[in-house]
């Protein structure tokens, strides 16, 4: 069975902060990647920050240096701290893992999103 579970949306005003916590429930596997995606009306899903090898982290142009993504390795969960909120990061925003199982082949998750929205 796999899970990928994500908390933490809300309304935020512009400005303020906001976390997402994303947990990934799951037997035989490990975890080659994890990462968040978001997608606002009329645009397609882009990423925003992903976690590779639970070292390695790569960030949007637009959010660098506003997010910060972290991974717990032990627990299997991904956060994403989100500062200095603009109307811009209003989306829906998706928790994403990839999976390898024990024979080696990797598969993509994602969990169901959450709403952000930043308000002026």
């Known amino acids: 069975q796999v899970q990928v579970v994500e908390s933490g949306g809300g309304l935020v005003p512009a400005g303020g902060s906001l976390r997402l916590s994303c947990a990934v429930s799951?037997?035989?596997?490990?975890?080659?990647?994890m990462g968040w995606y978001r997608q606002a009306p009329g645009k397609q899903r882009e990423l925003v920050a992903v976690?590779?090898?639970?070292?390695?982290?790569n960030t949007a142009g637009s959010v660098k240096g506003r997010f910060t993504i972290s991974r717990d390795n032990v627990k299997n969960t991904v956060d994403l701290q989100m500062n200095s909120l603009k109307a811009e990061d209003t989306a829906v925003y998706y928790c994403n893992a990839v999976l390898r199982n024990t024979r080696g082949y990797e598969y993509t998750y994602w969990g169901q999103g959450t709403q952000v929205t930043v308000s002026l």
């Open positions: 976690n590779v090898g639970g070292g390695t982290t």
């Open positions: 799951a037997s035989s596997f490990s975890i080659t990647a």
